[in-house]
């Protein structure tokens, strides 16, 4: 079966056929395979691109401690187009929900610091990945501890930040968290409120969150469904689509809400701007749908987009 990628795809192997540090190559590869189409004919394709992936990731830990040095573990690379952090008090359900809502197999006990290391999954929606991150649990004075430097670096880098508490306790919890980020100067960040274990009780008192509050109960996967589509929105970003003769990829290009055709010819290929015509762009809605524009054209979620020079 032909394997159907698209330009972002052989940008993407193109950097990684050319990396020569192992750094490089892994973020390259990462690239490569976030690119890397979805269908099943694919498949195997994607397999061994991240089985190639783990073999970069383990020799470059055994590099790390031949060298004496200590690989960060916090030092996590953001992929896709948002990483989503879970920060909570120990035993809340960070690792459930990340277990409930991502590929991520991580540890879920009711030992508290059960998660020690940042833990990271894929959120899929709407054929994006974004990158969720479990960070080891948060309590009040945590911050004024000083050890704390890394695990709010995470989530100051994040695009989001998901606040997962007790629902029995959830009031406390809350407002002990945003001390601690408010100490670390990231109570302005988007901020999401997961409160979990809502099959433990019959009401729950957050009337008074500034923040949108999600009743959970991530061990059984409910409540969670429109935490993905939430992210989404808060990026305030536009999906467009590229079509290549028949085919549209799925995976969209994720755009900047004001972009133009010329912005999305530069993310395919930025030589392609240099032998452009003309691009059709397919709207829903449009009576103008699938007409000739050109490279000021301003393009709008959803759009599909196809490109001829
Ligand atoms: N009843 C109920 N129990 C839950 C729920 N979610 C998680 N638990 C339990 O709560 C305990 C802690 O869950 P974890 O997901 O490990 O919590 P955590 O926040 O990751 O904990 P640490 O990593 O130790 O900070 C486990 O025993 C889970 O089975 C839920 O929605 N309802
Ligand atoms: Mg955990």
Same mark, same amino acid.
């Given at each position: 079966?032909?394997?159907?990628?698209?330009?972002?795809?052989?940008?993407?192997?193109?950097?990684?056929?050319?990396?020569?540090?192992?750094?490089?190559?892994?973020?390259?590869?990462?690239?490569?395979?976030?690119?890397?189409?979805?269908?099943?004919?694919?498949?195997?394709?994607?397999?061994?691109?991240?089985?190639?992936?783990? =073999?970069? %990731?383990?020799?470059?830990?055994?590099?790390? %401690?031949?060298?004496? /040095?200590?690989?960060?573990?916090?030092?996590?690379?953001?992929?896709?187009?948002?990483?989503?952090?879970?920060?909570?008090?120990?035993?809340?359900?960070?690792?459930?929900?990340?277990?409930?809502?991502?590929?991520?197999? &991580? =540890?879920?006990?009711?030992?508290?610091?059960?998660?020690?290391?940042?833990?990271?999954?894929?959120?899929?929606?709407?054929?994006?990945? *974004?990158?969720?991150?479990?960070?080891?649990?948060?309590?009040?004075?945590?911050?004024?501890?000083?050890?704390?430097?890394?695990? *709010?670096?995470?989530?100051?880098?994040?695009?989001?930040?998901?606040?997962?508490?007790?629902?029995?306790?959830?009031?406390?919890?809350?407002?002990?968290?945003?001390?601690?980020?408010?100490?670390?100067?990231?109570?302005?960040?988007?901020?999401?409120?997961?409160?979990?274990?809502?099959?433990?009780?019959?009401?729950?008192? $957050?009337?008074?969150?500034? *923040?949108?509050?999600?009743?959970?109960?991530?061990?059984?996967?409910? /409540?969670?469904?429109?935490?993905? =589509?939430?992210?989404?929105?808060?990026?305030?970003?536009?999906?467009?689509?590229?079509?290549?003769? =028949?085919?549209?990829?799925?995976? &969209? $290009?994720?755009?900047? &809400?004001?972009?133009?055709?010329?912005?999305?010819?530069?993310?395919?290929?930025?030589? *392609?701007?240099?032998?452009?015509?003309?691009?059709?762009?397919?709207?829903?809605? #449009?009576?103008?749908? /699938? #007409?000739?524009?050109?490279?000021?054209?301003?393009?709008?979620? /959803?759009?599909?987009?196809?490109?001829?020079?």
């Amino acid at each position: 079966m032909p394997i159907n990628a698209d330009a972002a795809y052989f940008v993407a192997k193109d950097r990684y056929e050319r990396a020569k540090m192992p750094a490089e190559k892994i973020a390259a590869l990462e690239e490569l395979i976030s690119a890397a189409p979805t269908h099943k004919g694919a498949e195997k394709m994607r397999g061994q691109l991240k089985k190639k992936l783990a =073999e970069l %990731k383990a020799a470059q830990i055994v590099a790390a %401690k031949k060298r004496g /040095g200590k690989a960060s573990l916090y030092a996590i690379r953001k992929t896709g187009p948002a990483q989503v952090v879970l920060v909570g008090y120990p035993s809340a359900g960070k690792s459930s929900v990340l277990a409930a809502l991502t590929n991520a197999r &991580p =540890e879920v006990s009711p030992t508290p610091y059960t998660t020690k290391v940042p833990q990271i999954g894929a959120l899929k929606f709407s054929e994006m990945d *974004f990158q969720m991150v479990e960070l080891p649990a948060i309590v009040p004075g945590t911050y004024d501890s000083g050890k704390a430097g890394e695990l *709010f670096g995470c989530a100051r880098n994040a695009e989001c930040i998901v606040l997962v508490v007790d629902a029995r306790k959830a009031p406390e919890q809350f407002s002990g968290l945003m001390d601690e980020l408010r100490k670390a100067g990231l109570a302005g960040k988007t901020i999401f409120v997961v409160a979990n274990k809502c099959d433990l009780i019959s009401s729950l008192h $957050m009337e008074s969150c500034p *923040f949108p509050v999600l009743k959970a109960s991530a061990s059984k996967a409910r /409540g969670l469904e429109g935490l993905a =589509e939430m992210v989404w929105a808060s990026l305030g970003k536009i999906r467009v689509y590229t079509r290549k003769g =028949e085919n549209t990829d799925r995976r &969209p $290009m994720v755009m900047e &809400p004001d972009s133009t055709v010329r912005d999305a010819v530069r993310m395919i290929h930025k030589d *392609f701007l240099e032998t452009f015509r003309f691009a059709r762009v397919w709207r829903r809605n #449009s009576p103008h749908s /699938g #007409s000739r524009v050109g490279l000021d054209f301003s393009l709008r979620d /959803g759009d599909v987009i196809a490109v001829f020079g």
